[in-house]
């Protein structure tokens, strides 16, 4: 056996593996455990969605990542719950893990505040597969409509709904906008891919609330030249199969839309729960852990709760908000205390979070950036977010294929990645859609007059 | 309505768009019926089956190709049924597509000989779908194998069976070679993954047969090098859960395997029979359907059989064998046909496959090819092949990144697309499998020793 303190980390996303990087040369052994053998790109899931790069574009095997650090190993496994008492955690499959500390990194999920049969028909792009399910909703979309005649339920089709005007709902408008007016332009015969309506809705008065309002109107700008109608103070009300109900005001309006995609808030997972039980600590409302200034669990110093599953306030006793850069620092300082509690039984001085702004794209090569105190807009800003994607990126896998796949894109307008594979979990059949759809049984498909031949 | 001839072609596979490709400046209107949405480029299935390739790199979608092909509309649809008596095909949607000429490149499904049930245990890397199966199963395997202790069944996830020694399984064997040799050699810390057994099973004498024998032996003795076992003469006589069982002359033997691949035969697809009965044509015991030397039905001079699909011979009387290069050059052989009797009412001279050789490629850089009467094995032979896949590639899409991800890992020894995402068919939990597999309720699991960290 080794002598060497253990250290735990659940989660291989930006705060997990963070903190095992930092800790490659620490007299300790590590052992990380995800439920995914990779660790995600979560930042660029947008563009998987939108049929921009593969899944394997933004994932890196987490032993690969690890495979070089000889002090650190991965499991595969599912925490389901971590007594403090004993220094243990409980795996589903039944194994137990001891730790000497605990470094929590399990993220968050997403979040429907209370409406999950709204899941079914609003997917999130959360995950690879969530992912995928909208890429397959978007092309099925124009497929059943290029297919049926019906002005009126064409239309349905042709209507895009994104619930959630933060960076991510903004990202996938934009580029929902590019598919319709560039990607597919030349690609079908009987619908005009460019008339569709991609509408982004927020309860909030303006777009990314995050930003400076100067950016906000710039974004709300970039996304109307892409054919988006961004209607902000709306609260949705209702999602089913065929559209959105939604108030705004007084008014209680109705859209009929066949693809509507969620892109509202997140919430811990299951494990957050367990933790703060068994740990006896407090939460927020969407079940963040709040942890003491050093990132630890006030009861148990020897855990450590990072990123978005953390409830973690700054010195102006604002939480931190659920980003790659707050995970990451997290996970550094994480690593940093444990070598330092063991190397001098000292503390280090309180976490505080470094700032490097935000940013948030709106299709090909337009961006706004708050970042270093700078505001940015259109080409400046896509190169920095670019640039920041990158060197994360490169960081993980080494991989120069983004770069190049996007490079590809500007060039030629087309997008790769766009095939429909799969079942969606909707439990979505073309067949009888299309049947549905029909006014008469067995109606020939005729041909489109020569001017339909584009 | 146009009054060009309307020419519907069945299939988007190598044979269905090389068809539509090659009537491009023809007087006719072209409607390319797929129930996919993408082309797919099924050589190199294998590689998303191994982890070297994302579905989206091997896939190019049919609009896109065909979006600047004025004459050429692309249908979401699945064919069910053909009536050449009124000239029209049947959808699954219940929509009915006239033709004047029709062109039948549904291609060829994968068979199992009547044990259907197999299928689960065995799949067949015949579309995406199955591809990522596979690849979920293999890395799966080595994270079970990681996880549990028993020796006997932790070697029984550690190998791996291919059944078929055909070119698919030949590859596939030499890229599992791989992936336990080099890609997966530092990633685990209580399993070698070069301890893995790799067989390749086949029921005849040698591998490879299509190929002369010389570079047949060369195959094997790559393989070989790669730790795989090559097995011929062997029977399957059943594939179950836990393994093969087969027969070598006369003796039975069990074989302990938690990862069956099949790479066995094909057989047609269910609208080759119902064209076979509603046509009154000649089927072999695999359903390939049998037409003339114009490749058209007996008695229906304008329906085309061209592909896997067809049973076409060549002049001393042998079937053409299933492969891209017999589907592409039977699909430009139809067009121009179809061209020449509408423009002149005149035949073309029959059908003549020109044989360009054969390729198959055995781990990094190591092929076998027989091309153009030159016999040629290793380097050579590999560079002729990725040289030809490249080209049929950049034919469709266009894509530099292929190339680009093989020189990367050829350089870094790793696999980029190595993720276990989404759910496999065959109903595998893998904490199910680690509690069954484990010898006592809730055992903990140890830090490996200090040397177990390599």
Do not use: C
């Not at 190993?73 to 137990?96: C, F, Q």
């Not at 124009?142 to 042709?158: N, Q, Y």
């Not at 309860?203 to 100067?214: D, T």
């Not at 030629?412 to 009888?432: L, W, Y």
Request: glycine share 10%; proline share 5%.
């Amino acid at each position: 056996m080794s002598a060497q303190p253990h250290v735990v980390i659940i989660g291989g996303g930006f705060g997990g593996l963070s903190a095992a990087q930092a800790l490659k040369r620490a007299p300790v052994d590590i052992t990380l455990i995800d439920r995914r053998n990779f660790h995600l790109f979560q930042p660029l899931l947008y563009q998987v969605a939108t049929g921009s790069l593969s899944p394997g574009e933004i994932a890196a095997p987490l032993r690969g990542v690890l495979s070089k650090q000889k002090n650190a190993r991965v499991l595969l496994g599912d925490v389901v719950d971590v007594n403090p008492e004993t220094n243990s955690i409980l795996l589903a499959d039944g194994a137990i893990v001891k730790y000497d500390f605990l470094i929590v990194a399990a993220g968050a999920q997403s979040s429907y505040y209370g409406h999950e049969e709204w899941r079914q028909w609003a997917p999130y792009p959360k995950s690879i597969e969530e992912a995928t399910e909208i890429r397959h909703k978007i092309l099925y979309a124009f497929e059943v409509a290029e297919r049926i005649s019906d002005p009126v339920s064409r239309a349905s089709w042709l209507t895009f709904v994104i619930v959630g005007g933060g960076a991510t709902g903004v990202e996938l408008a934009g580029a929902i906008g590019e598919i319709a007016r560039q990607t597919l332009r030349n690609d079908f015969r009987s619908i005009h891919p460019e008339e569709a309506r991609i509408i982004l809705m927020d309860g909030a008065p303006r777009v990314l609330m995050p930003f400076p309002e100067e950016l906000a109107r710039n974004a709300t700008e970039a996304l109307e030249r892409l054919g988006v109608q961004v209607r902000t103070g709306v609260m949705v009300k209702e999602i089913d199969r065929e559209g959105v109900t939604f108030a705004q005001g007084t008014t209680t309006s109705r859209l009929d839309a066949r693809t509507v995609i969620w892109a509202g808030g997140v919430a811990a997972p299951p494990l957050g729960r367990a933790l703060a039980t068994s740990a006896g600590a407090d939460t927020d409302k969407s079940g963040r852990i709040k942890v003491g200034p050093d990132l630890t669990l006030p009861r148990f110093r020897n855990i450590f709760v990072i990123g978005d599953l953390a409830l973690s306030l700054d010195r102006s006793g604002k939480p931190l908000p659920g980003l790659a850069q707050v995970a990451m620092q997290g996970g550094v300082y994480a690593a940093k205390s444990i070598v330092k509690r063991i190397k001098m039984g000292r503390e280090l001085p309180p976490f505080e979070y470094f700032d490097k702004g935000n940013l948030a794209v709106i299709g090909r090569a337009a961006a706004v950036a708050n970042a270093f105190g700078f505001k940015l807009s259109g080409l400046p800003a896509w190169l920095v977010w670019a640039f920041i994607h990158l060197m994360y990126i490169v960081q993980f896998q080494s991989r120069v294929l983004v770069f190049i796949q996007w490079a590809l894109q500007d060039l030629t307008f087309s997008r790769g990645a766009r095939m429909i594979t799969g079942t969606t979990t909707t439990d979505f059949n073309f067949n009888n859609e299309i049947a549905a759809q029909r006014s008469q049984p067995n109606a020939e498909i005729t041909q489109p007059a020569g001017t339909a031949y584009r």
